[in-house]
Nanobody
Framework: QVQLVESGGGLVQPGGSLRLSCAAS????????LGWYRQAPGKQREYVAD???????NYADSVKGRFTISRENFKNMVYLQMNSLKPEDTAIYYC?????????????WGQGTQVTVSS
């Protein structure tokens, strides 16, 4: 089992910045991919970004150039630096962990943290 706890959400004006953090604990196996998803009101949960154990990063097109994902393996932490925030970035942001164990994909989710971009 993997437990994920997010922090760092809040209210920010358009153009502002926020940094989300996620602390992972439990059975963090080698090869675990950590990432972020978000869900806006009335919409499906969508992929934001992820990062592998060796630092390979991927981003959704909607956040490329504005968001940066990073990871500290020795602390089991993953971060999402969000710059140039837009009202359409308003959503609950969820930390996500995925790992293959004996050929089976295991996925874990945090409880979410609210990000609101509004003037």
């Amino acid at each position: 089992q993997v437990q994920l706890v997010e922090s760092g959400g809040g209210l920010v004006q358009p153009g502002g910045s926020l940094r989300l953090s996620c602390a992972a604990s439990g059975s963090i196996f080698s090869g675990t991919v950590l990432g972020w998803y978000r869900q806006a009101p009335g919409k499906q949960r969508e992929y934001v970004a992820d990062i592998t154990e060796d630092g390979s990063k991927n981003y959704a097109d909607s956040v490329k150039g504005r968001f940066t994902i990073s990871r500290e393996n020795f602390k089991n932490m993953v971060y999402l630096q969000m710059n140039s925030l837009k009202p359409e970035d308003t959503a609950i942001y969820y930390c996500h962990a995925a790992v293959h164990v004996m050929g089976v994909k295991m996925e874990y989710w945090g409880q979410g943290t609210q990000v609101t971009v509004s003037s």
